[in-house]
T-cell receptor, first 114, second 115 residues
């Protein structure tokens, strides 16, 4: 069955530090992979997505993610975190089969210290 | 509006009552999804609409849950005889079409509390 694992429930970083959020997926075919961010009181916003091609994808707000098929991973990175990046981050795999059904991980809550 | 709109944004109801949650997708979006986000949990898929039909209802937790979509636009998620375990954020999302290349846009959710 398809699944997404985000091993870190909470992460705290200092402002200006680098960030990596881990995501591992289980899916039999070539995955469509997504990272969403949810700020307090707001809906989910798409940060970036991977469908095919270059395994390093760039997103909004300075985020990037790298697809590694051999590790079944799609980790999210940012070189320098800003206080406004504090939010919950969700990794998702798109299950194909006629439509785009997203299977989400449990999320990683990011706190940023000044 | 430009985004997915959901109402009510917050709802407190007594156990055993029925509730209706409404979703207005982005104009022109044919695909509509409902997800549920429980405290400390990820997002759980509930149902998918293409137009007014629901090819995938596999995520609805029980027969107390139902949803419909009319005019290829507005959708209503109904929970009958609410239970405390139904307390969650119910998120609606839409996309222009249903293929995997189409970005899914989420609303801000309806926070449901069953007391």
């Amino acid at each position: 069955a398809q699944s997404v694992t985000q091993p870190d429930i909470h992460i705290t970083v200092s402002e200006g530090a680098s960030l990596e959020l881990r995501c591992n997926y289980s899916y039999g075919a070539t995955p469509y992979l997504f990272w969403y961010v949810q700020s307090p009181g707001q809906g989910l916003q798409l940060l970036l997505k991977y469908f095919s091609g270059d395994t390093l994808v760039q997103g909004i707000k300075g985020f990037e993610a790298e697809f590694k098929r051999s590790q079944s991973s799609f980790n999210l990175r940012k070189p320098s975190v800003h206080w406004s990046d504090a939010a919950e981050y969700f990794c998702a795999v798109g299950v194909t089969g006629g439509y785009n059904k997203l299977i989400f991980g449990a999320g990683t809550r990011l706190a940023v210290h000044p | 509006g430009a985004g997915v709109s959901q109402s009510p944004s917050n709802k407190v109801t007594e156990k055993g009552k029925d509730v209706e949650l409404r979703c207005d997708p982005i104009s022109g979006h044919t695909a509509l999804y409902w997800y549920r986000q429980s405290l400390g949990q990820g997002l759980e898929f509930l149902i998918y609409f293409q137009g007014n039909s629901a090819p995938d209802k596999s995520g609805l937790p029980s027969d107390r849950f139902s949803a419909e979509r009319t005019g290829g636009s507005v959708s209503t998620l109904t929970i009958q005889r609410t239970q405390q375990e139904d307390s969650a954020v119910y998120l609606c999302a839409s996309s222009r079409a249903s293929g995997p290349g189409n970005t899914i846009y989420f609303g801000e959710g309806s926070w449901l509390t069953v007391v």
